[in-house]
């Protein structure tokens, strides 16, 4: 397995606007998700990304997917205060591992 | 019913002490995990089951002892535990097919261990 490697490490944002980060990986993957953490609970699934996808929506959640350049972003748009939170990306193929996170802060 | 059910939510315990978390699923996923998670840390990898088998033990000292009685349970027993051990124990599960993990992972909220 391998885990990916988000960016920015921290995000500071007014409610509103719009949140991106990014993950890259170094191997060859079957799929990548996203995952968000509230300070002390649990992960949440975010989305689910197949490598023969480019682009995916749920919600306010659009990601995609570059697998030429091992790369992936998470826009959150119209950003609001319970967006606060770590995003993690997991480039999956087995088993999940969890790189650092991008914490973003949304303030009101 | 789409929930992982962690126990005890907290927990505090001795250098001494042996204690249990509990995890347990209803969604019929073959693969169950154990992580844990330091303080602004990301998770961890401890343990996976796949099928009721250990298929991976992320080099975890034997103070952590895992069990997978069936399908939806999975136990960490914990003895002798020092200090450093503090975190968020967080249990997930998911589908599998060969052994692999081949989608989403459920997670539980987690068991918030303090050993003093």
């Known amino acids: 397995s391998q885990q990916g490697e988000e960016d920015p490490q921290a995000l500071s944002i007014q409610e509103g606007e719009n949140a991106t980060m990014n993950c890259s990986y170094k191997?060859?993957?079957?799929?990548l998700q996203w995952y968000r953490q509230n300070s002390g609970r649990g992960l949440v699934h975010l989305i689910l990304?197949?490598?023969?996808?480019r682009e995916k929506h749920s919600g306010r959640l659009r990601v995609t997917l570059d697998t030429s350049k091992k790369s992936s972003s998470l826009l959150i748009t119209a950003s609001r205060a319970a967006d606060t939170a770590s995003y993690f990306c997991?480039?999956?193929?087995?088993?999940?591992?969890f790189g650092k996170g991008t914490m973003l802060l949304v303030s009101p | 019913d789409t929930e992982v059910t962690q126990t005890p939510k907290h927990l505090v315990m001795g250098m001494t002490n042996k204690k249990s978390l509990k995890c347990e699923q209803h969604m019929g996923h073959r693969a169950m995990y154990w992580y844990k998670q330091k303080a602004k840390k990301p998770p961890e990898l401890m343990f996976v089951?796949?099928?009721?088998?250990?298929?991976i033990n992320e080099s975890v000292p034997s103070r952590f002892s895992p069990e997978c009685p069936n399908s939806s349970l999975l136990n960490l027993h914990l003895h002798a535990l020092q200090p450093e051990d503090s975190a968020l124990y967080l249990c997930?599960?998911?589908?599998?097919?060969?052994?692999?993990?081949?989608?989403?992972?459920?997670f539980g909220e987690g068991s918030r261990l303090t050993v003093l």
């Open positions: 997991a480039p999956g193929y087995s088993t999940l591992t």
């Open positions: 990304i197949r490598s023969n996808e």
């Open positions: 089951y796949s099928y009721e088998k250990l298929s």
């Open positions: 191997t060859s993957i079957n799929n």
């Open positions: 997930a599960s998911s589908w599998t097919s060969g052994g692999r993990n081949t989608g989403e992972l459920f």
